[in-house]
């Protein structure tokens, strides 16, 4: 068998978390590939809404697999939260999660450098979620990390405090406040003692023994392809690679082993932290999109910033990843403007471009609008893509032609119920 790929187009909190327990039932393994405690994913069913940041949208379904792939950085105090969560309504996290032994770990202190880096960039700051994730890849890169293997050697309290006296030495430099990190420590050391208790694997191997014997495997991407460090709009990126080739790296799985891509993107856009978004709006309409599609993170809290979409960045994504399945979310959001309008085009250093360029952070992108007549209905309470309003359906075609991928799945509401599937070979 071929792992499916699902992963955010834009700039993250597309729905992934909704949409991969939408299809749970059609795979056996669900793992995430890369990412961290920065994502929240939300998944929403009889009538509860759960938040998720490190473990897989498929927990909720049972007989199911979840892994946390190589690709991932692990924060053992929000982990150990997360599940605690997960436990009030009756998961067996001990049954249906397993670990890499490869994933690294996030310490106290790498948050605490994250805070400090961004103190320290002042205006230029990133908007990071403060969660530890660029200081962690970057130990991981530079050959300092921690994995959750070392959690199983003898020397492993040794191993942390070497690093963390590394990173000390760095924050007294930075003058950082370290008052807290006693209590800190204290919490992260319950919760090494609780990873000691969930299956580690090797779990490249595992995915790889999984796919040969003939199971279905889904990577569960988390932020999206405008974060990837290679391909986003940096330095206001993610510190890993966001796009599909992250999942291979992220899980040890070949290239030649993927199967389908889902791309997931909103029928609009948002951004939440600092940098580059051409299309977003300043005005009353922004406001609104904001409003009625609860536009607040799901990890953070903090306000994301609203703007149409934007069919150069998407077609950026839409090549990076090798899409083959395109998934429309938050359609029911755009149900009452009069006016819909999407950017086709940039005018970027005194040309009209139709593609994602180098640098919007420093040139500019001046987003080119194509305007759409609106719909009034209400898209929840449609049951077949036949009943769509007409306006609606030439958004859908109009994308479908730009982007040349079909859009097989509409999302239009957060519960798992809200949800269109117009070609329904993708459940099976
Ligand atoms: P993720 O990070 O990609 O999993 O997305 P988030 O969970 O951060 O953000 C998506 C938000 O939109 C969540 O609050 C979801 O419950 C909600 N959501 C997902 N799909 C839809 C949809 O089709 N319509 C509406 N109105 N909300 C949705
Ligand atoms: P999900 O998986 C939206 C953004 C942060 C910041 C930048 C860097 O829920 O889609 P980091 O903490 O990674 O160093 O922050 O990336 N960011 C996200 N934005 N959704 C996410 O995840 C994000 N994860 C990180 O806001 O701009
Ligand atoms: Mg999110």
Same mark, same amino acid.
């Given at each position: ?42 998944? *929403?069913? *009889? ?80 908007? !990071? ?73 090797? !779990? ?130 755009? !149900? ?93």
């Amino acid at each position: 068998m071929k792992a499916d790929v699902l992963l955010g187009l834009q700039w993250g909190d597309e729905g992934k978390g909704k949409v991969v327990d939408v299809l749970t039932p059609k795979y056996d393994i669900i793992a995430r590939f890369q990412g961290g405690p920065n994502a929240g994913h939300t998944l *929403e069913f *009889e009538g509860i809404k759960h938040v998720l940041h490190t473990i897989p949208s498929g927990i909720f379904r049972s007989n199911k697999q979840n892994v946390v792939g190589n690709g991932v950085v692990i924060d053992p105090i929000i982990f150990k939260k997360e599940i605690d969560a997960l436990q009030v309504h009756q998961v067996d996290v001990h049954a249906a999660l397993k670990l890499s032994r490869k994933a690294h770990l996030i310490l106290p202190t790498h948050r605490m450098l994250d805070a400090a880096s961004e103190q320290a960039k002042g205006t230029k700051k990133i908007g !990071s979620t403060l969660k530890g994730i660029g200081p962690t890849y970057m130990d991981k890169t530079g050959r300092n990390g921690l994995r959750i293997g070392d959690t199983e050697n003898d020397n492993f309290k040794t191993l942390y405090e070497q690093l963390r006296n590394k990173h000390y030495e760095m924050l007294k430099k930075m003058e950082f406040d370290t008052s807290e990190l006693p209590k800190m420590e204290k919490e992260w050391f319950n919760g090494i003692d609780f990873i000691k208790t969930i299956q580690l694997i090797d !779990s490249e191997h595992y995915i790889n023994n999984s796919l040969n014997a003939g199971q279905r495997v889904l990577a569960e991407g988390a932020q999206g392809s405008m974060l990837d460090i290679d391909f986003g709009s940096y330095p206001y990126v993610t510190s890993s690679n966001t796009i599909c080739a992250g999942s291979c790296t992220g899980l040890g799985v070949p290239p030649s082993k993927i199967g389908d891509v889902f791309g997931i993107f909103k029928a609009y856009c948002t951004r939440v932290g600092s940098g580059p978004f051409p299309t977003e709006l300043f005005n009353d309409t922004g406001k609104e999109i904001a409003k009625i599609g609860n536009e607040f993170g799901a990890t953070t809290g903090r306000p994301r910033r609203c703007g149409w979409l934007d069919i150069p960045a998407l077609k950026y994504a839409v090549m990076l990843n090798g899409v083959t399945h395109l998934i429309m979310t938050k359609a029911d959001v755009l !149900s009452g403007f009069k006016e819909i309008q999407v950017c086709t085009h940039y005018k970027y250093r005194g040309e009209v471009i139709d593609f994602f360029p180098y640098d919007i952070q420093n040139f500019g992108a001046e987003p080119i609008f194509k305007k759409f007549k609106g719909w009034g209905e209400d898209l929840r309470t449609l049951k077949s893509y036949e009943d769509f309003p007409e306006s609606f359906k030439i958004y859908v075609s109009f994308l479908e032609k730009e982007l040349g991928v079909p859009i097989t799945m509409i999302s239009t509401g957060p519960d798992r119920k809200d949800t269109l599937v117009r070609d329904e070979a993708i459940l099976n």
